[in-house]
């Protein structure tokens, strides 16, 4: 009976390997990768060869000798203990657990939006906003200045490509339009067209709410209470069209945000630094621009206050506020990293007094990998992005990227740069290896180590950026 068992789970255990791995075969080839196919290849004939010997084995009853049983037993015990190594769940982090709060170890200023680059980068010469900005910080006058000459934090749009990135940079301002058109005050806070208020309890109104933004288009949705902490002190980006002034002080007066998030498409983002990766960021915007107006203005029509926050109008941090809403943890490149989507995805969001059952933080590996990991470190071309441990910065202890020679080496290339997101280990493709890989890695310290070696030896330490598909080829 034993070894009918024996028999029966090694048989499944190498069918789900061979299936596995050639399934990374196929991926990684398509993928191009020239290296995670070879060892895909050398991984799959290991695997499929190991299933033949074992399917004649028991074919031959050799199984059923005693050196059989023997190998059976070895075998079974060997798969058990690395599948218990690789997936058993590790103590939980109460610091992740514990979302934004597990990070302040101070006192946490609010951010003001003036300090941001790209407020900064709009400030004219001679206006009293310049002087008040460069009076209090004159260390960023010459930087910005010299910034702005090269045309500002893009520099000169799509300069790494010329003479293609003129067509992609087209088609990523077709995109970047979008939330232009979308950020009116009663848009960004849209009226109740219905005229009443709809008694619905929070249960039912989280239901709803996620279950609409989904439909939308948000792959993944959270809601968290506002922690005032995550809002801007004061507007700082053209509020112009909002009726908001460059210097207003900013309030959040809703209890809770409900974040959203847009996949970047895997091709894509490979291509970065390039201009077709600036189109999928620029895609992404749009998509969240639509999707969190079309959510406000839904609870606007339930009876209650709701703002759109999107890139032409933000009053939260989103990223904060989408570890609060448990949708994942910050990478040491600042972005937001998930279990679904790793860091390739843009936020939005929408600010509500609507009451919602707020989603918890949670725990996913993410703080233990990227202390052993560096590789978007050591990838930046700036060097914009600290390695070793996380630092005490404004009362929180992180990862504190830095956004002056970061936004310098988007003016040089002319895109969004995004090299960090493309060489991060949590950023590949969905296809099962990977699902199975990452479900290993946010559970266990030993899957962590074990998958950051083999992704620095399958896909390099610096991996290249890729070709783009045709409609968005970069290389002239
Ligand atoms: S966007 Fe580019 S320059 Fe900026 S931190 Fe990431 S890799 Fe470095
Ligand atoms: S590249 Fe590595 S260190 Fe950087 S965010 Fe991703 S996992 Fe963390």
Not at 140 to 151: L, Q, Y
Not at 220 to 239: C, F, K, Q
Not at 398 to 405: A, C, G
Not at 444 to 451: G, M
Request: charge should be negative; charged fraction near 20%; aromatic fraction near 10%.
């Amino acid at each position: 009976m034993l070894d009918a068992i024996l028999i029966f789970l090694m048989g499944l255990a190498l069918i789900g390997l061979t299936g596995i791995t050639f399934s990374f075969l196929v991926s990684s080839f398509r993928e191009k990768e020239d290296r995670a196919t070879l060892f895909g290849g050398i991984q799959f004939v290991f695997f499929f060869g190991s299933l033949v010997l074992f399917t004649l084995s028991y074919a031959n009853g050799f199984l059923e000798t005693a050196p059989g049983r023997m190998l059976l037993i070895v075998l079974s015990a060997f798969t058990a203990a690395g599948t218990w190594l690789l997936f058993n769940k590790n103590g939980e982090n109460a610091k992740a657990l514990a979302g934004t709060a597990g990070l302040i170890v101070g006192e946490v200023e609010r951010f003001d939006e003036r300090e941001t680059v790209f407020a900064r980068d709009n400030l004219q010469i001679g206006t009293d906003a310049y002087k008040e900005m460069y009076g209090e910080h004159p260390e960023w006058e010459e930087r910005d200045t010299r910034r702005r000459a090269m045309g500002g934090v893009v520099g000169e749009m799509g300069a790494i490509d010329k003479p293609k990135g003129n067509a992609n940079f087209s088609a990523a301002i077709a995109s970047m339009l979008m939330p232009e058109y979308l950020c009116a005050p009663h848009i960004i806070r849209p009226m109740n067209f219905r005229g009443d208020t709809i008694d619905i309890n929070p249960e039912e109104a989280t239901l709803r709410v996620k279950g609409f933004a989904r439909k939308l288009g948000a792959d993944l949705v959270g809601v968290a209470r506002i922690n005032p902490l995550w809002t801007y002190s004061h507007r700082g980006m053209d509020g112009s069209q909002q009726g908001e002034e460059w210097g207003q002080a900013l309030e959040v007066s809703h209890g809770y945000v409900i974040v959203l998030a847009t996949e970047m498409a895997f091709d894509l983002v490979q291509t970065s630094p390039h201009t077709s990766g600036t189109i999928e960021t620029a895609r992404n915007y749009a998509e969240g621009a639509g999707i969190s107006i079309r959510l406000a203005q839904f609870i606007a029509n339930l009876g209650y206050s709701a703002t759109a926050e999107h890139l032409r109008h933000y009053q939260s941090l989103l990223v904060p506020m989408a570890v609060d809403a448990g949708l994942g943890e910050v990478g040491r490149h600042g972005y937001l990293i998930t279990k679904e989507l790793g860091p390739r995805l843009r936020l939005a969001g929408v600010t509500t007094d609507l009451p919602l059952v707020p989603d918890k933080p949670v725990d996913i590996g993410v703080d233990d990998f990227c202390v052993r990991c560096e590789k978007c470190s050591d990838c930046c071309p700036s060097r914009s992005i600290p390695s070793g441990a996380p630092e005490a910065v404004n009362g929180t202890l992180r990862w504190k990227l830095n956004p002056e020679t970061c936004h310098d080496y988007w003016a040089k290339v002319g895109t969004d740069c995004n090299i960090c997101m493309r060489v991060c280990p949590f950023s590949h493709d969905r296809s099962l290896p990977h699902k199975v890989i990452t479900e290993a890695v946010t559970r266990n310290k030993n899957a962590r180590r074990l998958f950051l070696y083999m992704d620095d030896l399958f896909y390099g330490r610096k991996p290249k950026a890729k070709s783009a598909p045709g409609w968005a080829s970069y290389a002239s």
